[in-house]
């Protein structure tokens, strides 16, 4: 039975394999039995999910994991968590603990493995210095996923669900938009963790578009122009993408595709919707 949501718990396995938090891997974990329930409950687990965990740190989130799905693999990079995850998962016969870095973990080939090519489900408890470069490695590699449920840092979560015109719309937004529908389902205040951790979370459900939302003529030049944009938010999109060695065009070409679109040429990035940069990424591809 998951009983590693109760703070006491925690703490036994804690001294009894003498373990000790390291910041290099952003460790918080989570000892709140609430907000245990309302991930597997926004994730969507059901007893024929084959399930991805990033992190699982103790094997908190794993317990109610291995509860719900008929299979999970956790992939943990801390060596120290290896003991402690057999310790605290031996009750349990669907789980698999990878003892590696998830950024080298060849996810779409797990996936036809465990679950035959079909969409997987993905949740985590994700270290705040590595969201960013997990999410869109996911999203990137082209894994085939049907949906991505983590606690982030409540600033991140903010971010992806943003729109156009906030200080906070910006790369990421548009680039988790771009590939799934983001919900934030709870914030999580820092006494929910241990350690305790100097800001607030969100729990977020990003639920994967089957195709994306807007046609764009190249991908990676779609991103290379959104990027551009976002790269110096305080100038102007013309001379922000006229900076960009990924955007072979000249300045007048650039300025003339966005007159072409109704704005003016002052206007900025973060004006713009992701179907107005996919229209823009698609004029400015044919101007190349």
């Known amino acids: 039975m ?19 938090f390291q910041k290099k ?24 999910d084959f399930v991805l965990e990033i992190g699982p740190g103790i094997g908190t989130m794993t317990q109610y994991l291995c509860e719900q799905a008929r299979e999970v693999v956790a992939v943990e990079i801390d060596n120290n968590l290896i003991p402690v995850l057999e310790d605290t998962l031996s009750a349990y016969d669907n789980v698999t603990v990878l003892n590696q870095d998830i950024l080298k973990v060849d996810i779409a080939a797990l996936a036809r493995e465990k679950n035959g090519g079909k969409p997987i489900k993905v949740v ?34 903010d971010r992806m669900q943003e729109g156009p015109g906030s200080k906070d719309y910006g790369a990421l937004s548009l680039a ?4 799934a529908r983001p919900e934030v389902v709870a914030v999580v205040p820092p006494n929910c963790f241990i350690p305790r951790p100097k800001v607030a979370s969100s729990v977020i459900r990003l639920t994967c578009h089957e195709k994306p939302p807007v046609e764009t003529k190249n991908e990676a030049f779609l991103f290379a122009v959104i990027r551009a944009s976002f790269n110096q938010r305080r100038k102007t999109l013309v001379n922000g993408l006229n900076n960009a060695p990924q955007v072979p065009v000249s300045k007048e070409q650039i300025t003339e595709c966005i007159r072409q679109m109704g704005f003016d040429e002052n206007i900025r990035g973060e004006k713009l919707t992701l179907e107005e940069f996919a229209k823009l990424s698609n004029l400015l591809w044919d101007c190349r």
């Open 176 to 179: 988790v938009q771009y590939y």
């Open 2 to 20: 998951a009983n590693l949501g109760n703070p006491a718990y925690t703490m036994a396995v804690l001294e009894k394999h003498g373990f000790h």
């Open 25 to 48: 891997y952003g460790q918080n974990f989570l000892i709140d039995t609430h907000i245990l329930d309302k991930i597997i409950s926004a994730a969507e687990i059901g007893p024929e």
């Open 124 to 157: 985590a408890n994700l270290p705040y210095y590595i969201t960013t470069p997990i999410i869109m490695g996911l999203f990137e590699s082209h894994v085939p996923l049907e949906s991505i449920t983590i606690m982030v840092q409540k600033e991140v979560a």
